[in-house]
């Protein structure tokens, strides 16, 4: 296909979501192991590597932004129907998880890992679902 | 909605990547739309209906239950 201008935005928003995206995740990494690994509980840089990460976190949400504005109004529905499905499984599932751990249901404690694997497995299959029904 | 944009397309000679660059648009949401698969905004409407030299009403039309 060739290469128009709305095309270069979206791959140029993409590519930019990609990277905003892949510093969050390092730098959660980084928050999250670096305390025992490698400053050795050094409060101060522990600090420092959390607030990195909200800002890093920051940029991936105006990125993400500016990504849903680059695409097409077929694709932005794509895109909404696919987060929309997925916020409302995260909430639900969130919740009735949550409950489980709260009246003992379950062994052990809720992880909001857990929720967060669910919401986006929820969006990934809801965005193919809706790549292929309007292939 | 039904509409006759694949006719229109084929009249201009243009493929769908064709009217999509024109349209600034993917060349999915084009097969979408001449399916009658996704319904365009107006805005997107009006664009079709500049492209073509036509009024809308006679590009797209309501499907009557």
Same mark, same amino acid.
């Not at chain 1, 009246?103 to 969006?123: F, H, K, P, R, W």
């Not at chain 2, 006759?4 to 349209?23: F, G, I, S």
């Given at each position: 296909? #060739?290469?128009?201008?709305?095309?270069?935005?979206?791959?140029? *928003?993409?590519?930019?979501?990609?990277?905003?995206?892949?510093?969050?995740?390092?730098?959660?990494?980084?928050?999250?192991?670096?305390?025992?690994?490698?400053?050795?509980?050094?409060?101060?840089?522990?600090?420092?590597?959390?607030?990195?990460? *909200?800002?890093?976190?920051?940029?991936?949400?105006?990125?993400?932004?500016?990504?849903?504005?680059?695409?097409?109004?077929?694709?932005?529905?794509?895109?909404?129907? *696919?987060?929309?499905? *997925?916020?409302?499984?995260?909430?639900?599932?969130?919740?009735?998880?949550?409950?489980?751990?709260?009246?003992?249901?379950?062994?052990?404690? /809720?992880?909001?890992?857990?929720?967060?694997?669910?919401?986006?497995?929820?969006? /990934?299959?809801?965005?193919?679902?809706?790549?292929?029904?309007? #292939? | 909605?039904?509409?006759?944009?694949?006719? !229109?397309?084929?009249?201009?000679?243009?493929?769908?990547?064709?009217?999509?660059?024109?349209?600034?648009?993917?060349?999915?949401?084009?097969?979408? =739309?001449?399916?009658?698969?996704?319904?365009?905004? !107006?805005? !997107?409407?009006?664009? =079709?209906?500049?492209?073509?030299?036509?009024? =809308?009403?006679? =590009?797209?039309?309501?499907?009557?239950?």
């Amino acid at each position: 296909m #060739k290469d128009t201008i709305g095309n270069k935005q979206v791959i140029r *928003a993409t590519k930019i979501l990609a990277v905003w995206t892949f510093l969050w995740v390092g730098s959660m990494a980084l928050g999250t192991f670096g305390p025992k690994f490698i400053w050795n509980e050094n409060t101060t840089l522990t600090i420092i590597g959390v607030i990195i990460n *909200a800002i890093f976190g920051a940029g991936m949400i105006f990125a993400n932004i500016r990504h849903l504005n680059s695409l097409d109004e077929l694709q932005r529905k794509i895109q909404v129907e *696919a987060m929309g499905v *997925a916020l409302g499984v995260g909430v639900v599932g969130g919740l009735t998880y949550s409950m489980l751990d709260t009246t003992n249901l379950m062994e052990g404690d /809720a992880e909001i890992s857990i929720v967060v694997i669910l919401i986006s497995i929820t969006y /990934a299959i809801t965005l193919a679902i809706g790549q292929i029904r309007y #292939k | 909605m039904k509409n006759r944009l694949k006719v !229109l397309r084929a009249e201009y000679d243009m493929t769908q990547a064709d009217l999509a660059n024109r349209l600034d648009v993917s060349r999915q949401t084009v097969n979408a =739309i001449e399916k009658g698969k996704f319904d365009p905004s !107006l805005p !997107l409407a009006f664009k =079709i209906s500049n492209l073509f030299k036509l009024p =809308i009403e006679k =590009i797209f039309e309501e499907e009557m239950l």
